[in-house]
């Protein structure tokens, strides 16, 4: 049976550098995944981030973290705002939250034939392109809710009211509706 968060987190405080290891490589990808999106210009930054996100989890565990919170929320805000201070160290963050949701790494959403496959691929170049039209904001909160996380965690990502959150989601929805229909796509 996997262990709870809370249990690793525990079990690390109490001198477990190796429970430490198990939640680092239960969020590592998820994490790293979402910096790529929000730095894509360079990979290089996108490690810096990743790196100073985890030295600030271990050092900020045992004084901040409360088990009342969801770990993956807690650890995408901490990867949120030091990729803000990465933007806001080179003033400028607006022109470089470029997301493309085409991951290579994911698989087609049908493996039954060869069609589905490329009809796959269309649809996620598609909706990578519309997602670029997106506020900042917009993006963050579609590509936060595909990680599955609440619009409460998103709130304290974005550090705005959950309504605001919810608000963000919708308006988001609406434009990409909007833009994959002019590019023959229909939701």
């Known amino acids: 049976m996997e262990r ?3 249990d690793l987190i525990k ?4 001198g477990s550098d190796s429970d430490f290891e198990v939640l ?4 590592k990808n998820q994490l790293y995944y979402y910096l790529m999106k929000m730095i894509p210009e360079s990979k290089s930054d996108v490690d810096d981030v990743f790196q100073k996100t985890w030295i600030k989890v271990m050092q900020k565990l045992p004084i901040y973290y409360s088990e009342t919170n969801r770990f993956q929320a807690w650890l995408f805000r901490i990867g949120h705002n030091l990729a803000i201070d990465y933007f806001r160290s080179r003033k400028r963050r607006s022109e470089h939250l470029e997301i493309d949701l085409l991951d290579e790494r994911r698989t ?3 493996k039954d034939s060869p069609t589905a496959q490329i009809m796959n691929r269309e649809i996620a170049v598609a909706v990578g392109a519309a997602l670029k039209e997106l506020s900042p904001e917009q993006r ?3 590509l936060l809710r595909q990680r599955r996380l609440s619009f409460k965690e998103i709130a304290v990502i974005q550090k705005c009211p959950v309504n ?3 608000a963000r989601m919708q ?3 609406k434009k990409l509706k909007e ?7 229909s939701l």
């Open 140 to 142: 963050e909160v579609f």
């Open 4 to 6: 709870s968060d809370n």
């Open 164 to 166: 605001t959150a919810l």
């Open 24 to 27: 680092f490589d239960r969020y």
């Open 179 to 185: 833009i994959l229909s002019q590019g023959g796509f």
């Open 11 to 14: 079990s690390y405080l109490a």
């Open 171 to 173: 308006y988001a929805l």
């Open 108 to 110: 087609p959403l049908s």
